[in-house]
């Protein structure tokens, strides 16, 4: 269900500028519809980052590990597809490394 409301209510902002008529040159009206699809991502998925590893020490510094990751090539504006990539990759071989203690 939330999921589904989170659909709506994306689909609906990003095709907000097709009806309304916004003007070219807002910086805070760009910059809104710019930062959208990161902050429906971070909604649906920051809340189980915590839970989804573990609750030891080592899962939980895994874990900030990983939202550093994110963090840098979110600021470095790299491609949401590499960044979703490179966190998955980081978190695996991080926790083929728990393994091997």
Known sequence: MILM???IMTVILRTL???V???????????????????????LVFPDIFTSTGSTK?????VLIGMAIVAYLTFRKTNLG???IVSI?????????????
Do not use: C, H, Q, W
């Open 5 to 7: 409301t989170l659909i």
């Open 17 to 19: 500028p097709i009806f």
């Open 21 to 43: 008529k916004i003007p070219e040159n807002n910086l805070k009206v760009n910059k809104f519809f710019e930062a959208l699809p990161y902050t429906v991502l971070t909604v």
């Open 58 to 62: 080592f899962d939980i510094i895994r």
């Open 82 to 84: 590499i960044i979703i």
């Open 89 to 101: 990759a980081v978190i695996y071989f991080l926790g083929m490394l728990k393994g091997s203690f």
